[in-house]
């Protein structure tokens, strides 16, 4: 275990030297405020590579990064001036976000509201100051291209002098070689990623299990069915942008994981009859939590485990560990990260 961690701090002091802004959610935080706050050194404590202080500079901490950093302007921009028409014209453009790190290949979609939003021309026009690092489309999708910085602007169409500014860092990930198995369970998180490659389909021995499980259920008066099975890294891809699109980043990375770290992928889960949280409070939903341990299963995103598991409640979605192990984690009372020991929490938020 030690050494895993020891890899995982050595990955984000990579990313670090990168100059990719990342941070350590150690605590489910207010979306809205987590983006403003996009930190470009970690919180945690500092890894063991660095060196000493050197004794001739003991307050050098209080010169470091740090202030410049909250020098820069982040944020809505004075009142811009409008035509003296008589008519109601946009002034501000507010975003959810002014600073994003994002993935090669990934998306980010700040959300924009136009000042006054009594404006009846409320119409969006993004660029890039450098497509060959990040592109946007007309909706505001911002996709990573190249590892860089740079600039994407959104200007009221009403009035261009009323615009705003969001400084995107693109992040390329180190890739992954091998997935990781601990106790001899394949993890599959935010933190332990699976690589690119990793496409088997469906484990077989876990459909077997499912089919076990439908049937008892059947038996029950119950009716299980399977909505999501496994996804290739591909489809994931197309997932997990087509929610960003959606909603932005921020919600869509609690629900819908980034290629590599769903579980999937590995053919290991299954999303059952209706992605509604409402569904843990159905009969359906209450059999499964109920007995989906005796088939080898676990819901593997509890309610209230967020900040552990990385994901929202999801009582649809059930992960296959075999019997001995699913039973184990159950009577733990414990998510499957408390169970390992293990963190959930991407590199690049
Ligand atoms: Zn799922």
Same mark, same amino acid.
């Given at each position: 275990m030690r050494s895993r961690m020891m890899i995982v701090m050595g990955l984000v002091l990579a990313l670090f030297l990168t100059g990719c802004s990342f941070g350590f959610r150690g605590e489910e935080t207010k979306p809205a405020e987590e983006s403003h706050e996009t930190k470009t050194e970690p919180d945690t404590e500092k890894p063991e590579t660095t060196p000493p202080e050197t004794?001739?500079? $003991?307050?050098?901490? #209080?010169?470091? $990064?740090?202030?410049?950093?909250? =020098? #820069?302007? *982040?944020?809505?921009?004075?009142?811009?001036?409008? $035509?003296?028409? +008589?008519?109601?014209?946009?002034? =501000? %453009?507010?975003?959810? /976000?002014?600073?994003? !790190?994002?993935? %090669? +290949?990934?998306?980010?979609?700040?959300?924009?509201?136009?000042?006054?939003? !009594?404006?009846?021309?409320?119409?969006?026009?993004?660029?890039? *100051?450098?497509?060959?690092?990040? =592109? /946007? *489309?007309?909706? +505001?999708?911002?996709?990573?291209?190249?590892?860089?910085v740079c600039t994407v602007t959104v200007a009221s169409a009403d009035n261009p002098l009323a615009y705003a500014e969001v400084k995107v860092t693109v992040c390329r990930l180190p890739e992954v070689t091998e997935p990781t198995v601990i106790d001899g369970i394949l993890l599959v998180n935010k933190t332990y990623r699976l690589p690119a490659s990793y496409n088997k389909g469906v484990d077989p021995e876990a459909e077997a299990a499912l089919e076990e499980m439908t049937a008892a259920a059947k038996r029950d008066g119950i009716e299980l069915f399977v909505v999501s099975g496994f996804r290739s890294y591909e489809k994931q891809t197309n997932l997990y942008?087509?929610?960003?699109?959606?909603?932005?980043?921020?919600?869509?990375?609690?629900?819908?994981?980034? $290629? +590599?770290?769903?579980?999937?992928?590995?053919?290991?889960?299954?999303?059952?009859?209706?992605?509604?949280? !409402?569904?843990?409070? =159905?009969?359906?939903?209450?059999?499964?939590?109920?007995?989906?341990?005796?088939?080898?299963?676990?819901?593997?995103?509890?309610?209230?485990k967020e900040d552990?598991?990385?994901?929202?409640? #999801?009582?649809?979605?059930?992960?296959?560990?075999?019997?001995?192990?699913?039973?184990?984690?159950?009577? !733990?009372?414990?998510?499957?990260?408390?169970?390992?020991?293990?963190?959930s929490q991407y590199a690049i938020e």
């Open positions: 004794p001739s500079a $003991p307050e050098s901490e #209080e010169t470091e $990064p740090r202030e410049t950093e909250e =020098t #820069e302007q *982040d944020g809505p921009r004075e009142p811009a001036p409008v $035509p003296d028409d +008589g008519k109601i014209h946009v002034h =501000t %453009v507010t975003l959810n /976000v002014y600073r994003t !790190s994002i993935e %090669v +290949g990934l998306t980010d979609m700040p959300l924009v509201t136009m000042l006054p939003t !009594s404006a009846p021309d409320q119409r969006e026009i993004w660029s890039s *100051d450098n497509e060959s690092v990040a =592109t /946007v *489309d007309p909706y +505001g999708r911002i996709k990573g291209v190249s590892e860089g942008n087509t929610y960003v699109g959606r909603e932005g980043k921020i919600a869509a990375d609690r629900y819908s994981a980034r $290629p +590599g770290s769903s579980e999937h992928q590995a053919g290991l889960a299954f999303d059952l009859n209706s992605l509604e949280q !409402s569904f843990g409070e =159905t009969a359906e939903g209450r059999w499964l939590a109920a007995h989906c341990a005796e088939y080898g299963f676990i819901i593997r995103y509890p309610a209230d552990k598991t990385g994901f929202m409640y #999801e009582p649809w979605h059930v992960r296959y560990l075999g019997l001995e192990k699913a039973k184990a984690v159950e009577e !733990s009372g414990l998510c499957l990260e408390e169970y390992l020991g293990v963190v």
